[in-house]
């Protein structure tokens, strides 16, 4: 297989931070941004960012800024749409995303998608950690997925499906599991960012 294409999904509206771009928030002298690239970059073939509205905002980052093409806010499986469609017009076969807001995921997280991938027909992972409560916590913002599939997505986001999970478990998705319980934290509010500052 060849290696996956990287998007980095900052589409949604960071209510809970007060609305704006999320991943322009600073932490320690860099935006989240560029943390997520700088981890995500290394990993894979090309990189992307998914964002909706003026893209000029990002023209720093020098990265392909790719909209949602499903209206309204449909979620994270709209941004992975978004970056299925764009790395299959340039011939990839797989793209790998992670959240704009989560400054700390693993740097070993392509690999990892990619070897519980092995041996299926269409490549597609979740990333997951351990959960007191539940055993396992997924991470639908972190996955593996076929370009493959994008019509079907397409069809499936049409139809009203938003939770990652239900379209996923369709086509029977795997996990990745990280040992680490909070790999995939993730800055939601103010207070989070403090808990990042702190956690660097």
Known sequence: MKQP??????????TRMGGGDKGLRMLGGQSLLARVEARLAPQVDRLALNANGNAARFADMGLPVIADSIEGFAGPLAGVLAGMDWAASLGAETIVTAAA???FFPCDLVPQLLLASEGMVHPLVLAATPDAQRGTARHPTFGLWPVALRDDLRVALASGLRKVVLWTQKHDGREAMFPQVDAFFNVNTPEDLARAEAML
């Open 101 to 103: 807001d989560t400054p």
């Open 5 to 14: 294409y990287g998007v980095i999904l900052a589409g949604g509206q960071a």
